[in-house]
């Protein structure tokens, strides 16, 4: 075996392997260089390649940030494991402890003291480990010590010959005679939405919000919903990543929860995509409340996820 780290020649060889190992996530090349090499805390030297005779066999990309990521800031002690596969002919021969021990001690070595799997925010491959297609990883991960954390599910809906129920129009009406209004963003408000997300949520969707602001696609995807003040106190958007099949994120402010609106905002959402030609409807991740909310309003879970995290 020769262990060496990444060189862009390598790239094909490994989008080759990646398909043939992650058989429910394959990728593109397009889509390896958007969500590696362009990523802003890309390091070529926390990618690693292992060869034999026969070619690539094996193959692991790390993350420590370079640039700070919105309000989290850099998170100086915290790493990533973003994605590790071995090719199944030479699996339990140590290709991947290789792998992984090389990855480990380097980000040690960067002071880095919390390790997580997936879960790189803003461009994560998996949201943890699918323990239900790829049961050797989760046994390979938790015989080097990586604690099982929370689960996450991906989640999603046929949007064939769907239509808004009626429960959903007749609560719309009632919001919209209470003076609530249900709107497509606007830019007028830009900085009202970037503030309330970053208040209610966080900088992740605040960069998803901003990204499409930027990109000049927000009217196209964002929904607005606004108090009798006429306050922003909800948002939905679609197609975060291009994909116009995505779904969300979708958030209420705290004090209008559980009040029947974000359910109206995101029947609102499907409907629009609907009628942009979408079959169906999906998101990668939400927790097990979230889960419960979205099976009441017909979502069903796709694939199920384990968050895990190795403390050096």
């Known amino acids: 075996m020769k262990l060496r780290q990444f060189e862009q020649r390598d ?32 390091d070529e030297t926390l990618s690693w390649t292992v060869f034999d005779g026969e070619g690539l066999i094996g193959f692991i990309m790390a993350t420590k940030r370079k640039f700070p990521y919105m309000e989290r800031g850099l998170e100086p ?15 339990r021969q140590k290709v991947g402890t290789l792998l992984l021990e090389t990855a480990e001690k380097e980000l040690l070595q960067r002071g880095v003291k919390s390790i997580t799997l997936g879960a790189y925010s803003p461009n994560y491959f998996f949201p943890g480990v699918d323990e239900n297609h790829y049961p050797e990883a989760a046994s390979f991960f938790q015989k080097h010590n990586y604690q099982r954390k929370d689960m996450h599910y991906s989640m999603g809906m046929d949007l064939n010959g769907i239509h808004i129920p009626e429960g959903i129009i007749m609560k719309k009406q009632q919001l919209e005679k209470e003076g609530y209004q249900f709107i497509e963003f606007d830019g007028d408000y830009s900085l009202e939405l970037l503030n309330f997300i970053k208040h209610e949520f966080g900088g992740g969707w605040k960069r998803s919000a901003l990204t499409a602001m930027k990109n000049h696609t927000a009217e196209e995807v964002i929904l607005l919903v606004l108090n009798p003040k006429g306050m922003i106190i909800g948002f939905c958007m679609r197609a975060i990543d291009e ?13 209008y929860r559980n009040t029947g609106i974000g359910s109206v905002l995101l029947h609102l959402q499907c409907q629009k995509m609907k009628e942009k030609g979408c079959k169906r409807m999906y998101f990668m991740t939400t927790d097990e409340a979230g889960k419960r909310y979205y099976q009441r309003n017909g979502l069903s879970v796709l694939r199920t996820f384990v968050g895990y995290q190795k403390e050096l």
Do not use: H
Not at 30 to 40: E, H, L, P, S, V
Not at 77 to 87: A, S, Y
């Open 243 to 255: 994909n116009p099949e995505r779904f969300g994120p979708i958030g209420i402010a705290k004090e």
């Open 77 to 91: 002690e915290r790493g990533w494991i973003n994605v590790l596969f071995v090719d199944p002919k030479v699996r």
């Open 11 to 42: 790239e094909r060889k490994v989008i080759e392997l990646w398909n043939r190992c992650c058989t429910e996530d394959q990728i593109s090349l397009g889509k390896f260089r958007m969500q590696a090499i362009y990523d802003d805390n890309y």
